[in-house]
């Protein structure tokens, strides 16, 4: 009985004490707000100045071959001429068409009288229609042929398709050529193009009609040229967008390698760079809302030396921490001391 008595006297007392130590057991102290400071996004005049590499395209260019395979009768392409839109610059030896063609014409002038005279004898029954229709067929034939013959004769000049300046020519008089022989070039040099890409995100910026500004080694003072056409469909392997420009004074050689600059400003997000933490697949910032840390995913545009441009994930009024991001957390709790502005980052 006494050791039974013991045995329960020690269950009470290891009780009373475990209750004592939970009562004096303190509760988890909540963690103590991070200071920051922060800025209030907004909307700020993006400007930028992008410079990209350009080519400079004649505004028209054709390579001079001739239609057909003869001997060359005539050439007329003095290197480096210019001349105007319809002037013959060379000529096929065409004696075997113009030969077939007179016999056409020969053969054509007595199928009109054989016609005619069995037309008047058709109206008075004299033949019948079938011996009719097959001279009418003949006359139809011919005149079919000498149109063929007039394309193929006129296939034996080469014009000059626009006013422009004559290249370097590449074969002599009476030499033999083929469609494949080239026989010189003719280009538009008093206005030019000048062709470059931009990177897929001034897809939704640049549009026809804004000037860039064009500089090259040989020139003393900048120009500038006028976009007038933008590729609809972005290169999906170097995400550029091929974008062609118009010089209306030829003062650059076609081929030459120049510098395009694009002026452009816009209404944007900028934060301080240091605001932006970067992730391997995305970029944040920490938002503060309602006193609490809110991590945000991001993406990023322009950049300069001291900020960078948010182009979604922020809206304008959201509170960016841009200091002691170092010790904050998801949902911690932080305490604003000061709201800077975009100046404290110059």
Do not use: W
């Not at 303190?26 to 103590?32: D, G, I, V």
């Not at 100045?49 to 004649?58: D, M, P, Q, W």
């Not at 097959?134 to 005149?143: D, K």
């Amino acid at each position: 009985m006494k050791y039974n008595s013991s045995i329960g006297a020690l269950i009470v007392v290891s009780l009373l004490i475990s209750c004592h130590s939970k009562i004096k057991e303190p509760a988890a102290k909540e963690r103590p707000p991070v200071g920051v400071d922060v800025i209030v996004a907004g909307a700020e005049v993006v400007a930028s100045n992008l410079e990209v590499n350009g080519t400079v395209v004649s505004n028209e260019m054709v390579e001079l071959r001739p239609e057909i395979s003869g001997r060359l009768t005539y050439l007329n392409i003095p290197d480096g001429t210019k001349v105007t839109k319809g002037a013959i610059l060379a000529k096929v030896n065409d004696a075997d068409l113009q030969a077939q063609l007179e016999q056409q014409k020969t053969q054509l002038d007595l199928a009109l009288k054989t016609e005619k005279r069995l037309g008047d004898l058709l109206k008075v029954n004299g033949v019948n229609q079938a011996d009719y229709d097959v001279a009418l067929s003949q006359v139809n034939s011919i005149q079919a042929t000498i149109k063929v013959l007039n394309a193929q004769i006129d296939k034996t000049v080469i014009r000059a398709p626009f006013s422009g300046e004559l290249g370097l020519r590449e074969v002599s008089p009476g030499a033999f050529v083929t469609p494949q022989t080239l026989i010189g070039t003719l280009q538009q040099t008093d206005k030019v193009k000048i062709d470059f890409t931009v990177p897929e995100t001034f897809a939704s910026i640049i549009k026809k009609g804004d000037l860039v500004t064009i500089q090259t080694n040989g020139m003393d003072d900048p120009v500038e040229a006028s976009i007038t056409a933008i590729e609809p469909q972005i290169n999906s392997e170097t995400r550029n967008i091929k974008v062609r420009a118009f010089l209306s004074s030829g003062i650059i050689a076609p081929g030459s390698f120049v510098k395009v600059v694009l002026k452009q400003s816009r209404q944007g997000i900028m934060v301080p760079t240091n605001a932006i933490i970067p992730d391997a697949l995305s970029s944040q910032v920490v938002v503060v809302h309602n006193k609490k840390a809110v991590f945000t995913n991001v993406e990023t545009g322009l950049r300069n030396t001291n900020l960078v441009e948010l182009t979604k994930g922020i809206n304008p009024g959201d509170s960016i921490i841009v200091s002691g991001m170092l010790f904050v957390r998801p949902n911690a709790n932080i305490q604003v001391q000061k709201v800077r502005t975009l100046k404290d980052n110059e």
